[in-house]
């Protein structure tokens, strides 16, 4: 039984206290905690299997590298992925949308070539494709939102064309929490031969993700937002479109020979196989090995039971803010459509004086643009404050939220 | 005279359009600097001691018994640290 109160006993970090109150932490859009077992996992990997993996005969890398390339299989299980040659370990989502940018776009992307990103996204997945746009000189359409914070999925149909190349979205929004239908926009850009790339940062920790069945072509998401370590993250990619990408990075790990022909003068070069070709020099094993940790600890909750505790609390806050009479929602006001997001702000108050004002009674909310300066202008916002649930929430918590919104009301 | 840094731990510009500052107080001289500051500052609203709304020199802002303040419509850093030497030191 999926009980918040248990879960919060693996989580040290929520027997702390802030001024005087016990943490309340709503900030899971911007990262998560870590439960003991994560922590757990990391500590026993320096004190006990620290190495470098692949290439080396001795126990210790043996050991290493068997429990990194099981991190990658297990990581492609938990999102149902053909293997671990989909996998490649990255810094976050933002290297990965990099990866997708620098390997496949600087070679696919060419003058007369477009790429649809919406206007939802957070600026991980516009700033990329801006920057490479300059460099190739493809253009760039941008998808709008509706009033309540959905994406115009009418767009799609009209901005798609043969120019097409990638389309570029995120599964859930960072600043609403609004949950994208992948499926149809996937539907509608392979049907014009376009890849889509999602950004699975907001959607892979909080919700079941079957990248199968929703026929993505690249998914990006992070580490930290899923209870596992900062600096570890993934890029999944469909094995057939990998297969014919190069490298973003060159180094060790992701070759098989550097030879040197001396009638040549040059080296020929071949790559790793999946996927290493992407994972150039040594990476961050330790780290990778904690994900699969928090992968696991996920999988005994079960992804449908977290989607659900936290459409229930979303549905709670939100039923008891609106009650509040200075208090203004963006996107969504239908809990379902949401993913444990909240932005708001209160009348008469700087996000951030909201923010200070919750800081004050231990509570920790997120205030600014959240990495979507674009969508906030689109909501006509200076910027917004905004709570976000994980596993670890209880409506007790929500009650306390509550009251001192109240409070500032 | 202690320096300014003896006092502010962090000063972090805010996200979002508003431009505004957000200074932190180092933790064991917030209750010092809250003094000096309620001693210079003129109270325009109070909630207990919990939050004070502020102004000095024209500037507005929010200083929060946590040891936190919030200055408004500052053009820049140097404006800012010009302010609070003039109400710390």
């Known amino acids: ?409 | 005279m202690i320096p300014l840094e003896d006092y502010v731990a962090r000063i972090e510009e805010t996200c979002g359009a508003e431009k505004d500052f957000i200074v932190i107080f180092k933790y064991d001289k917030k209750d010092d600097a809250i003094k000096k500051i309620l001693q210079k500052a003129k109270k325009e609203k109070a909630i207990s001691t919990i939050i004070f709304e502020l102004t000095f020199q024209d500037v507005s802002f929010r200083l929060y018994g946590t040891g936190k303040a919030i200055f408004r419509n500052l053009k820049d850093k140097n404006g800012l640290q010009k302010v609070l030497s003039d109400l710390l030191l």
């Open chain 1, 1 to 409: 039984m999926f009980d918040p109160h248990k879960i919060r006993e693996d989580f040290p970090i929520l027997k702390r206290k802030i001024n005087n109150y016990t943490l309340i932490y709503f900030d899971n859009a911007a990262s998560s905690q870590k439960p003991r077992q994560v922590i757990e996992a990391i500590k026993d990997f320096y004190e006990n299997h620290n190495s470098n993996v692949h290439r080396a005969v001795h126990t210790l890398s043996q050991e290493a590298s068997e429990l990194y390339e099981r991190a990658h299989d297990e990581v492609a299980d938990f999102i149902h992925a053909d293997g671990m040659e989909e996998i490649i370990f990255v810094r976050g989502t933002t290297e990965a949308i990099n990866l997708v940018a620098y390997s496949w776009g600087l070679r696919n992307l060419k003058k007369g070539d477009e790429v649809i990103v919406s206007l939802m996204e957070h600026h991980s997945n516009i700033v990329p494709w801006e920057i490479l746009s300059k460099l190739n000189g493809f253009n760039i359409k941008y998808v709008g939102v509706s009033d309540d914070g959905t994406l115009n999925y009418e767009a799609y149909e009209e901005l798609i064309s043969e120019k097409t190349k990638i389309v570029c979205f995120s599964h859930v929004s960072n600043f609403s929490g609004v949950i994208n239908d992948v499926k149809r926009i996937a539907k509608i850009a392979h049907d014009h031969g376009a890849l889509i790339l999602i950004d699975g940062a907001q959607s892979v920790p909080h919700l079941p993700t079957h990248v199968k069945d929703l026929d993505v072509d690249f998914l990006a998401f992070s580490g930290h937002k899923m209870l596992g370590p900062t600096g570890i993250g993934v890029l999944y990619g469909k094995c057939e479109i990998l297969e014919k990408m190069e490298p973003f990075q060159g180094g060790g790990e992701m070759i098989r020979e550097v030879l040197f022909d001396s009638i040549t003068k040059r080296c020929t070069i071949t790559w790793n196989d999946l996927p290493w070709k992407f994972e150039a020099g040594t990476p961050n094993i330790c780290d990778g090995i904690g994900l699969m940790e928090a992968v696991r600890y996920l999988r005994r909750l079960g992804m449908e039971n977290v989607q659900a505790h936290e459409y229930t609390l979303t549905e709670y806050a939100m039923k008891h803010m609106l009650e509040c009479q200075k208090i203004e929602i963006y996107g969504p006001e239908d809990a379902s459509a949401k993913c444990g997001i909240i932005p708001f702000n209160v009348e008469g108050f700087s996000s951030h004086d909201v923010a200070l004002l919750l800081d004050n009674y231990g509570i920790m909310v997120r205030s600014g643009f959240h990495c979507t300066q674009p969508l906030h202008a689109i909501f006509k916002l200076k910027s917004s404050a905004r709570a976000s649930f994980y596993i670890y929430n209880t409506r007790e918590e929500i009650d306390s939220f509550i009251e001192v919104l109240k409070e500032i009301e």
